[in-house]
């Protein structure tokens, strides 16, 4: 398991959760939602990832003694304690009370939908904001990212092996989790092989035929010692002779009853010489010999390689998959849409407004429905307010209210599933390869228009009608405009 600390947040938040205690409101009940503003990557959807560590750190939530005596020492721009004894007792006994409702890990999501919804007392809600955002912004963007060069390998491996490029420590322990949800079949970071149980694959490095006398005696010497697992890295020197060299040691391991695995190629023209490659290894008899190709490889990269005729049956992918090369952050958002001092009262709405149109929020008790034809392709999501039930299957665009999609007799599923309630989880955590399943079918039922690298196709994301009056009716009140 990999713990996040309570203490893993932004000091705002800490200073809110005191004036929360200070005006007696700590208890006052909110719902917040997470969302996020755009697709990345310029791409036409995202893949929700990181909900397993999300409930780990809500579930086993709490400062510890080190944690009090740090935060009870921070001091405030006059020299005096920033937070109050009662502040520093409270958060020291603190266990969360939260409900969590969230759309499963390995699911299709898009700009402006509820993803995961948080509601109990508003100053855990607050506390919890910055771990949430961190957990799901970099997992959901590096899954998506794999999901992409996934999708250029055409149903070629592809293994992650990033780590050494990675955002430190942990972020690349999390970024071969979500790479290998997005779709990448192994990963070479053997601490996420043991901690989330990811199939884990290597070769051998440059420095290993460096370490030898020839690349000759490289290979043999390499070969011996993993007859069932042997990779050569032919480029070290000179990619034609690396591949005879290799076509060498096939042979004799052939008749010590083993096979070679592959080659790699790590440098050059890809195109020209995985067909070189291949052409020698045919001709030799091993066209069982994969070759593996590697090389600051990103999705538009990979597809024009295979545009090209590369000659390839595995790709390694590292820097520019768990780093989200040219994305790096996801826009996603966590913000208060309801609230009521107890349990038994309704929800009252809430909304913020913005001098940008794109940060004004939704608000109410925020779910959402996906909507599928009857081949099972996705079609359109709907976004509406709990308390207010849809009447109709009719979905309008946030932006353009003439803009409207009747999904009028097709199947419909709840996207939000409850996944926390009182602070404890309420559904087992699915095992990474369930997961994986869910992306798949997910990426499956996703049309091909929205798919594309180049302009993909927008999938419909609509708000139930009441829900658009709703809105519009919490701005005008805002603006202080007459209905």
């Known amino acids: 398991m990999l713990k996040q600390k309570a203490v893993m947040t932004d000091l705002y938040q800490l200073t809110m959760a005191q004036a929360y205690l200070s005006s007696d409101i700590a208890s006052k009940q909110a719902c917040f939602y997470v969302s996020f503003r755009e697709n990345p990557f310029k791409g036409g959807y995202a893949i929700a990832c990181g909900l397993e560590q999300i409930v780990q750190f809500i579930t086993s939530y709490g400062f510890g003694e080190d944690d009090c005596n740090y935060i009870a020492s921070i001091k405030d721009a006059s020299g005096a304690d920033l937070f109050s004894d009662d502040f520093i007792h409270t958060i020291s006994s603190l266990k969360l009370t939260v409900d ?49 060069v996934c999708d250029a390998a055409k149903n070629k491996p592809v293994a992650e092996f990033g780590l050494r490029r990675a955002q430190g420590p942990s972020g690349g322990l999390l970024a071969s989790r979500a790479a290998v949800i997005g779709g990448c079949s192994s990963t070479s970071n053997v601490e996420a092989g043991k901690v989330f149980g ?54 004799e391991m052939e008749r010590r009853g083993a096979k070679l695995s592959g ?30 190709a590697s090389n600051d490889l990103d999705e538009l990269t990979i597809q024009s390689l295979n545009d090209q005729g590369a000659c390839v049956d595995m790709w390694g992918v590292g820097t520019k998959l768990v780093t989200a090369w040219d994305q790096p952050a ?82 419909c599923v709840e996207l939000l599933e409850p996944c926390i309630r009182d602070g404890k989880q309420v559904q087992n955590t699915p095992d990474i390869k369930q997961i994986c399943e869910n992306t798949k ?9 929205n798919k594309r690298f180049l302009n993909p196709h927008t999938y419909p994301v609509g708000l139930e009608q009441k829900l658009i009056e709703q809105r519009d009716n919490l701005i005008r009140q805002a603006r202080a405009l007459r209905v």
Not at 125 to 130: A, G, R, S
Not at 222 to 249: C, E, M, Q, R, W
């Open 441 to 449: 079918a997910n990426l499956a039922s996703l049309h091909a228009s």
């Open 198 to 251: 990811l199939p884990v694959s290597g070769t051998h490095a440059h420095s290993w035929v460096m370490a030898h006398d020839s690349e000759l005696e490289a290979f043999r010497s390499f070969s011996k010692v993993f007859p069932s697992n042997s990779i050569l890295l032919v480029d070290t020197y000179n990619v034609v002779s690396g591949v005879n060299n290799a076509i060498t040691v096939a042979r």
């Open 263 to 292: 080659i790699r190629i790590d440098s050059g023209d890809l195109v020209w010489l995985s067909c070189k490659a291949r052409q020698m290894l045919d001709a030799a008899g091993l066209n069982y010999v994969k070759i593996v």
């Open 100 to 148: 969590v409702d969230a759309v499963s890990e390995g699911t299709l999501v898009f700009p402006n939908e509820p993803i995961i919804r948080v509601t109990g007392p508003v100053m855990q809600c607050q506390l919890i904001e910055t771990a949430i955002l961190n957990i799901f912004n970099y997992q959901t963007l590096v899954a998506t990212k794999a999901a992409r």
């Open 330 to 411: 996801l826009s996603g958002v966590y913000k208060l849409c309801a609230t009521r001092v107890a349990n038994t009262d309704p929800w009252t709405p809430q909304l913020k407004i913005s001098e940008q149109t794109a940060k004004t929020t939704l608000p109410g008790m925020l779910a959402a429905r996906r909507y599928f034809d009857a081949a099972g392709i996705m079609v359109g999501d709907m976004v509406y307010d709990e308390q207010m039930l849809p009447d109709n299957d009719l979905i309008v665009d946030p932006n353009d209210e003439l803009r409207q999609k009747d999904l009028s007799g097709l199947k």
